[in-house]
């Protein structure tokens, strides 16, 4: 399942990627904003989208707002959680293989449509490489949550 989410700065893209995971054969679930509304915060939708990930085994996440930034720390604040931006298929591919990354931060302000659908499509593809120095240090970065 693939849980996604954006503020007022990224509801229209989100419903571009919706429309993508949908053509795509993705399940997902839209946790919001359902609707534009200037005045909504970001934080709102990065919690809903991070804690739904982690109720669900072997899902994802994708959030978007302006700059991407905002929703990724936001997100980071849950515990399980490893959400950063990619602005690039090849960086989105090395964040899932390394890092085991399971919440996309997307920049609905800084980069182009194509490479979005790309970037994001490389993200749900991509598994966790499980070599030993990966999950070493994914170990590490679990351990600072304790």
Not at 75 to 100: C, F, H, L, Y
């Amino acid at each position: 399942m693939i849980y996604i989410g954006a503020d007022h700065r990224g509801y229209e893209l989100k419903e571009k990627i919706k429309s993508w995971l949908s053509d795509w054969k993705f399940e997902y679930d839209d946790m919001g904003a359902h609707e534009y509304n200037k005045d909504d915060d970001y934080p709102d939708f990065a919690k809903a989208v991070a804690e739904k990930v982690i109720a669900n085994l072997d899902s994802k996440g994708i959030l978007i707002c302006g700059s991407g930034i905002g929703v990724a720390i936001a997100a980071n604040k849950i515990k399980g959680i490893r959400a950063g931006t990619a602005m690039t298929p090849e960086q989105a591919r090395a964040s899932v293989n390394d890092e085991d990354l399971n919440v996309l931060a997307i920049s609905a302000d800084y980069i182009d449509e194509n490479r979005v659908q790309n970037t994001v499509k490389v993200f749900l593809e991509t598994k966790f490489s499980n070599a030993e120095r990966h999950v070493r240090r994914v170990s590490k970065i679990k351990d600072l949550e304790k």
